[in-house]
């Protein structure tokens, strides 16, 4: 398997052949879901909320971005990997933001970066793409302004603000972005964006109308001990009660002295000391 770039995402909008992406944090997760054959794995900040136990995608840092992508890498060497750039670290001078960037792709070794905003970050967002580093726009409901949003609240419902989503889309793609996430949009705006530009769109909550899908590594899998249903999610396993099963038989046979039994047990003769880590 060769990792997907940012050419054959292109003709793949216009085969009509959907994208898939998901986030990833770490090693076992990004293998999982290479072997999994997932298009693109996204090193989301979303990263904060279900890794982290932050309440928003704030907090985290370039060194959290860094260390995390630098994981996910080493786990999937034949995936094209996507890394957020986190919050303020792209909205000051270019210098800083290319700083951010490089550190993200040299020490984290993603193959590009996503960044949220539209026409405002048009100039930021160019000067990554003239340095040769593919980015990813994010539109729509963008968690790190989520206290100016005043909430996580879908967009595009009156005519205004879907004027203003349609230009920050078109602005991005005159940017040189090489795809646009959509997240919590209506149906409708979606896909009138997604028919308005040439690269591909990948919806999070925007419907059926769009060039590819990305939910967040927890929410598809219920990795998590008190989940909580949204609407615009499909769950389809329910790791987080396998987890706390597994964890309660494990205390309960050692409480119960089950475990150890005789085939895990060591004694003169045995040689082999197979499974440790080193
Ligand atoms: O951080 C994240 O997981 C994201 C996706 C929801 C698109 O930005
Ligand atoms: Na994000």
Redesign the pocket.
């Known amino acids: 398997k060769r990792a997907l770039n940012i050419v054959k995402m292109k003709k793949m909008k216009q085969e009509g052949n959907p994208i898939t992406?998901i986030?990833a944090y770490d090693y076992p997760s990004a293998k999982l879901a290479e072997e999994a054959d997932i298009d693109i794995i996204?090193?989301?900040?979303?990263?904060g909320n279900?890794v982290l136990g932050y309440d928003s995608?704030i907090p985290v840092t370039t060194d959290d971005i860094v260390y995390h992508t630098r994981s996910v890498a080493r786990a999937a060497g034949n995936t094209f990997i996507v890394a957020?750039l986190p919050f303020m670290t792209y909205h000051g001078s270019i210098d800083e933001t290319l700083r951010t960037v490089r550190r993200i792709m040299q020490e984290g070794h993603a193959h590009a970066v996503?960044m949220?905003g539209g026409a405002e970050i048009a100039l930021q967002v160019q000067s990554i793409v003239q340095a040769g580093v593919p980015v990813l726009g994010?539109i729509g409901l963008t968690?790190q302004s989520v206290n100016q949003i005043g909430g996580y609240r879908v967009q595009g419902k009156d005519e205004q603000d879907a004027r203003r989503l349609m230009e920050d889309a078109k602005a991005l793609e005159r940017a040189g972005v090489f795809g646009i996430?959509l997240?919590l949009v209506t149906e409708e705006v979606a896909e009138a964006i997604s028919k308005a530009v040439s690269v591909p769109t990948?919806g999070?909550g925007a419907g059926r109308r769009v060039d590819g899908q990305?939910?967040?590594f927890h929410d598809v899998l219920k990795y998590d001990s008190d989940y909580r249903e949204k609407r615009f999610v499909k769950t389809y396993a329910d790791i987080g009660a396998e987890i706390r099963q597994g964890i309660a038989a494990y205390v309960n046979e050692v409480k119960t002295r089950q475990f150890p039994a005789q085939e895990h047990v060591f004694n003169a003769e045995d040689t082999v000391i197979a499974g440790l880590y080193g």
């Open positions: 992406m986030t996204l090193v989301g900040d979303s990263l279900v995608t957020d996503k949220e994010h968690p996430v997240e990948i999070i990305v939910l967040v």
